[in-house]
């Protein structure tokens, strides 16, 4: 049983975890897991059954599924997608995943170096939108939950920030749209419909240059052509 701020379950209680109170979670939900015979799975000292003992390893698989959902419900909604993600079958590696985000002193330094790698993210040559506003999403995932983790409207400004001139006018478009209507997945479609477009359109021109230089030199073969023909009907006038 869980509300917004606080886990309880038949052992008692803990404060949801939060990206500021790793620490008094982790000593409540230490407690609570020690009372229901799951710390020593999450702590990496009970390993899981040989592969031949079958009905130990299932009975472990299930403690395990259910340890998993006990800390997940322990945690706000965004750090559950986070959970979500590393998956409940190695619980040791995913205590420790939320010790180096959560424990302030042990992430500070990685939270500091993503964001780095966030404010100086820009588009390179040859690479698509598509992949450029995923790598941008990629990185703000290693923020989410923490003090720092970046919003929606912020991806959508360092993308607009960031673009190369061809996306220019569109984004000066996308701009003037009512906030509200602003969002990262219209945004991103907009923007990968117009490098589409644009594509398709140098290659049409593209193809009509070529075509245009190919007539062009078969109108001038047939011009040079013709007057080689009268100039030797000339000669034979004469």
Not at 23 to 44: C, F, P, Q, R, Y
Not at 211 to 227: I, P, Q
Request: proline share 3%; with cysteine; glycine share 6%.
């Amino acid at each position: 049983m869980t509300d917004s701020t606080t886990y309880t379950c038949k052992h008692g209680l803990t404060p949801i975890l939060s990206a500021r109170n790793y620490h008094s979670w982790k000593n409540n939900i230490t407690n609570l897991l020690a009372m229901d015979d799951s710390l020593e799975i999450v702590l990496g000292t009970e390993l899981a059954p040989a592969g031949n003992a079958i009905a130990q390893a299932r009975d472990f698989a299930k403690q395990s599924q259910c340890t998993f959902v006990m800390i997940w419900s322990s945690t706000e909604p965004s750090i559950r997608t986070f959970l979500n993600r590393l998956g409940h079958r190695d619980l040791h590696a995913t205590w420790e995943a939320l010790r180096e985000r959560y424990d302030v002193a042990a992430s500070q330094s990685v939270r500091v170096s993503t964001l780095a790698r966030l404010h100086s993210a820009v588009m390179k040559p040859g690479m698509s939108v598509s992949d450029y506003i995923s790598s941008l999403s990629d990185i703000s995932q290693g923020l989410e939950g923490t003090p720092d983790e970046v919003t929606e409207r912020y991806m959508i400004m360092r993308i607009f920030a960031t673009l190369p001139k061809q996306f220019t006018n569109i984004v000066d478009i996308l701009k003037n749209r009512p906030i509200e209507e602003q969002t990262l997945n219209s945004i991103s479609t907009i923007l990968i419909e117009h490098e589409t477009a644009q594509v398709l359109h140098k290659t049409t021109t593209g193809s009509n240059l070529n075509l245009a230089g190919t007539s062009s030199n078969a109108l001038s073969a047939n011009v040079n052509g013709g007057k080689h023909h009268r100039t030797n009907g000339k000669g034979k006038h004469r």
